[in-house]
């Protein structure tokens, strides 16, 4: 399995265009940043599948060269995607891929439901939306994948919805092949029994890193609820499973532009690394 890590930033990317936070000063005076968390996966190196879609695929796409159209004049390698939740940051990049063909969009029914997108995207003719239940799904290229329910956190724009089990989920991903897995959770309000079942054997683990600490947003801009009320895991807190999954190579993704671990030679950076984990970065390749 190939995995592209297109993009490796919370909603907003780093630097955050409205934030003046240390952390996006830092980035902006050193010209570097950041894009919306995305991945790309393919198990043969020709079908590639989005998870997620970020507002930022255009730019992802132009800097991934596995991913570049043809041979045909609009051919592109590219399948469909998963999504893990129905935010903005996670789909958004699904109307800028409105021309695609033959393209399948899988997610819970209740996440594709709920899919404002879809009223843009679908005049256009050339998606599939596929609701993706309990049972594994067999991916074109030779994986397979199955989606791992791990949070009710509904969307703003989604706040009068149902209040249902599936609205965020992971991913488990596999190789036919070689028999390698990814697991990839970058939205996790706890750690549920079937994540820690899901990360079992598995080669790499990417997670939701959005916080370092619970407190993280109060104490970097004064304001702002904490990072379990918005549904994310902090890195102090998921740290503490890594010894569980020790040949597993362990990676945050989905930085909030507040997280000190986002500098390189931060305490906090230190700290994941002591753990035996690592900060993902754009563009990384992992091969599986």
Known sequence: MRVRVL??????????????????????????GRTQDCLAVSGDGTAWWLVNASPDIRAQLLAAPELAPGPARRQTPLRGALLT????????????????????VHGTATVLGALPVRGVIDPY?????????????????GLTVRAVPVGRKRPRYAAGAPDAGDWVVAYRLTDRRTGGVLVYAPCLAAWPPALAAAAEGADCVLLDGSFFTD????????????????GHLPISDSLAHRASYPSARWLYTHLNNTNPALVADSPQRRAVERAGAEVAADGMLLEL
């Open 7 to 32: 993009g490796t930033a919370a909603g907003g990317g780093l630097p955050q265009w409205n934030c003046a936070c240390e952390v996006c000063g830092t980035a902006r005076a050193a010209a570097v």
């Open 85 to 104: 939740s129905a935010e903005l940051d996670h789909t958004l990049g699904l109307a800028a891929l409105r021309e695609a063909r033959d393209f399948t």
């Open 215 to 230: 407190d993280e947003m109060t104490e970097r801009t004064g304001a702002g609820p904490t990072a379990l009320d918005m």
């Open 125 to 141: 003719g050339g998606f599939r939306w596929s609701p993706a239940g309990d049972t594994e799904l067999e991916l074109a290229g």
